[in-house]
């Protein structure tokens, strides 16, 4: 059992949920995104979605695609991404686990992105464009270094899609709320209820409910019928707020306690 696992397990014993924040690698830079790592770490993430920047982000409303263009200026590898990542690992044990489009990967190698997100201490991959019928190859490589391969369902998917992903998703299952890009909302739809119901029809992975989580009350609806929130473009906006504030890190970490109140 990987950590991931491990980490839903422990919380589920306490009679806890979980709230994972997302952040966008390099934003403001590769520094800060390491302290960050470590920060939410001991803010009591559960787990940290670690964001690839990508120029054309399909999926992401403006918050997160302002974020992808201030880290694309750095013009860093995506070797220099997951160093940073293996640098925060010897001081954490929060699973980490990278968000991506396919195509830095497949830019990348999937072998080889595969070999490195083991040899960094990641613990998954969540391709946000690539489907589970499409997935088999890079599946076959992070299976093969125990690394889970998270996927994403949506109030949209039919029985038959929840169903292929139970088949082949690990660790987790990420819910999204509703359809369209991320962004905060002033409240969670009620569809990502019925969406939770439904995958556990299907699946007895745990299922993190995320897209429009953004204050502590949302946070505690979500946990009613959900494993765990994501909460992205929130934690996300609020660097954008305090951009050039002195301990950015620190302040995002008590951003993040706060939505555990």
């Given amino acids: 059992m990987g950590r991931i696992a491990d980490t839903f397990n422990s919380l ?8 994972i924040p ?4 390099g934003d403001p830079d590769l520094a800060t995104t390491e302290q960050l790592l470590i920060t939410l770490s001991q803010a009591g993430a559960m787990l940290i979605e670690l964001g690839v920047p990508f120029s054309d982000p399909m999926a992401d409303g403006p918050v997160i695609q302002r974020a992808s263009e201030r880290a694309l200026k750095h013009n860093f590898s995506l070797q220099e991404l997951l160093d940073t990542a293996a640098r925060a690992r010897k001081r954490i044990d929060t699973p980490i686990i990278l968000f991506s489009y396919y195509n830095p990967l497949l830019q990348f190698g999937l072998k080889r992105v595969a070999q490195a997100a083991r040899d960094a201490g990641l613990d998954g991959v969540l391709v946000t464009d690539l489907t589970p019928e499409e997935a088999s190859e890079f599946e076959t490589e992070l299976q093969a270094r125990e690394l889970d391969m998270i996927f994403l369902v949506a109030p949209t998917s039919t029985d038959e899609r929840l169903k292929l992903v139970a088949e082949h998703a690990r660790g987790f299952i990420y819910a999204v709320s509703r359809a369209g890009v991320t962004g905060t909302r002033a409240s969670v739809s009620a569809e ?3 969406l ?3 995958m556990r029809r299907f699946s007895t992975l745990p299922v993190a409910v995320g897209f429009g989580i953004s204050n502590a009350e949302q946070v505690a609806d979500v946990h009613r019928y959900a494993d ?3 909460v992205g473009s929130a934690i996300v906006a609020e660097m ?3 951009a050039g504030a002195p301990d950015l890190a620190g302040r995002i970490g008590q951003f993040l306690q706060d939505l555990q109140s």
């Fill in 228 to 230: 765990a929130a994501v």
């Fill in 196 to 198: 939770v119901t439904r």
């Fill in 192 to 194: 990502a209820e019925k």
């Fill in 12 to 19: 589920k014993q306490q009679g806890k949920k979980g709230i």
């Fill in 240 to 242: 954008e707020r305090l």
């Fill in 22 to 25: 997302y952040v966008t690698a």
